[in-house]
């Protein structure tokens, strides 16, 4: 992580958001069930992460500069994922509806990622016109994510089940 740079807050998320579609298109393309678990494993902790540094500190950073509602979606969204983050976690390959699960993840995903960067309407487009530090809060974001990080590395287990990663979403 501190090898990269990001320009602002935006930046920070957008590269996240690449890299779990990239995640995703991977387990599609995945066969063996040792890859597709270790895959959606990874796709859940970098959301667990994600979605910790969004809720605890990009979303409440413009909480009243933005419209409600899109603050309000984007948390509802979260709290659909979430679900089927822990379903994933707590399933393997081999269960009736994993690969549907990592699937309809995929796509409120993407229906996520597309109303957050949506140009002019999106989140992102709302945000850039305030007057929050963005730059401040992707450093405040970096911290945070870099904390969590460690912590899903250091809980012992598959990186992608970190145990108070799973307690905060659970």
């Known amino acids: 992580m501190p090898s990269e740079t990001f320009t602002d807050a935006i930046a920070l998320l957008k590269a996240d958001h690449r890299k779990v579609e990239d995640l995703f298109e991977k ?14 494993h990874e796709i859940c902790t970098e959301l667990k992460i994600h979605t910790l540094i969004e809720e605890e500190i990009f979303y409440p950073a413009f909480r009243g500069k933005i419209e409600s509602d899109t603050l309000d979606e984007a948390y509802v969204e979260h709290d659909g994922a979430k679900v089927l983050v822990n379903d994933i976690e707590a399933g393997s390959p081999d269960d009736d509806f994993y690969d549907a699960k990592v699937k309809v993840l995929s796509e409120e ?4 990622v597309h109303e957050e960067e949506m140009p002019s309407e999106g989140m992102f487009a709302q945000c850039r016109k305030t007057d929050v530090d963005l730059v401040a809060l992707r450093d405040q974001m970096l911290t945070r994510k870099e904390e969590l990080m460690a912590q899903a ?17 659970g």
Do not use: D, V
């Open 27 to 40: 387990f599609e393309k995945a066969t063996s069930s040792s890859r597709k678990q270790a895959l959606a």
């Open 109 to 112: 995903i993407k229906h996520h």
């Open 153 to 169: 590395k250091s809980a012992g287990l598959p990186a992608a089940q970190p145990t108070a990663l799973h307690l905060e979403l």
